[in-house]
């Protein structure tokens, strides 16, 4: 529905989602404070070179680089809007201009960050530095599809990585993960359950919670007493059995939200947003157990030997599983 309004003014919008929560309340004196959050998911827009969203924001910089610098690894874009509206100053164009000049600011830090963000990246780790080798070697460890475990022969794999790194001292390695197409089928699945598979989970999670609450119940009656009475160490190991029947009420309560956002209207919409999300928690959890089982070997530098590159969704060429690719770098003295 934007389209021909984008195409109007020299844009081209191709595609995107976007949720916008706005929270505005009226002062005492009048004034309107504003706390908003704008999230676009997939956005696929361009403009020609010093084009009109360019000039209207007064970025000073094109529009794709913007994008690129203010884009988080899941494809979305979130702008917090937050602006104080004084009183007699909530004319539509009034409104507009303070809008658009908290935006602008949002996005001119990024791009003013951009090149930090890019630092951090893959390219910084793979040994571009000075002193690297030019061509260093590269080791794949495959994992079952879905599934961050390693395996035995991964663990095989990793214990000969060790043991070069015992024998040469000057040896790094750098960690980055690829997604294989069966991955996104099954994160895609798990991510976004059926209808009827949420109503189910949505039981079950309130059975839970209930039992959960009628624990506390009684136990938080008896730490009463035993804190009163009992020694400082045992009053201790009471309250900590309490503070845990809490933390998994919370995390109970957080999940049962979670699932009932998947059953409000709209919900769908934010399919591929959940999909890219569980798909880089699965590249993170596999990244950390194969950075564990490297930096356990007990070398007193193996955490600043082995480091992994953030999770990305990037899909491989793998037909099964994906893959940690582990390059080898070694430094010269």
Do not use: W
Request: aromatic share 2%; glycine share 8%; charged share 25%.
């Amino acid at each position: 529905s934007l389209r021909g309004a984008a195409s109007a003014v020299g844009a081209s919008l191709g595609g995107g989602i976007l949720d916008a929560t706005v929270d505005a309340r009226l002062q005492d004196g009048g004034d309107v404070e504003v706390r908003s959050r704008l999230v676009l998911t997939d956005l696929q827009l361009s403009e020609p070179a010093n084009g009109p969203i360019v000039r209207y924001l007064k970025l000073g910089a094109p529009l794709d680089v913007v994008i690129d610098a203010v884009q988080d690894v899941d494809g979305s874009i979130t702008l917090p809007l937050n602006l104080k509206l004084p009183k007699g100053q909530l004319q539509p164009g009034e409104v507009l201009g303070s809008a658009v000049g908290a935006i602008s600011q949002v996005l001119l830090t990024a791009v003013a960050n951009a090149p930090l963000k890019a630092a951090a990246g893959v390219g910084g780790l793979l040994g571009a530095e000075k002193g690297a080798r030019a061509e260093p070697q590269t080791v794949a460890i495959a994992f079952a599809a879905g599934d961050a475990s390693l395996d035995e022969g991964a663990r095989e794999s990793l214990s000969e990585l060790v043991r070069q790194l015992r024998r040469d001292r000057n040896l790094q390695l750098t960690l980055r993960h690829e997604l294989s197409r069966r991955d996104l089928d099954l994160v895609d699945a798990r991510a976004n359950p059926a209808p009827e598979d949420l109503l189910a989970l949505t039981a079950r999670l309130r059975q839970r919670k209930e039992e959960s609450l009628r624990q506390r119940e009684p136990l938080a009656a008896a730490v009463r007493g035993k804190v009163a009475t009992l020694s400082p160490a045992e009053a201790t190991a009471a309250l900590a059995e309490l503070r845990e029947i809490d933390r998994q009420a919370g995390f109970l309560e957080l999940s049962l939200d979670h699932v009932l956002d998947q059953m409000k209207p709209g919900a769908d919409r934010q399919r591929p947003r959940r999909t890219r999300a569980a798909a880089l928690e699965l590249a993170r959890e596999r990244l950390e157990n194969t950075r564990e089982f490297l930096t356990s070997a007990g070398l007193a530098d193996l955490a600043e030997r082995v480091r992994a590159a953030p999770p990305s969704f990037a899909v491989g060429d793998s037909t099964d599983g994906g893959r940690v690719m582990i390059t080898l770098i070694e430094k010269k003295t």
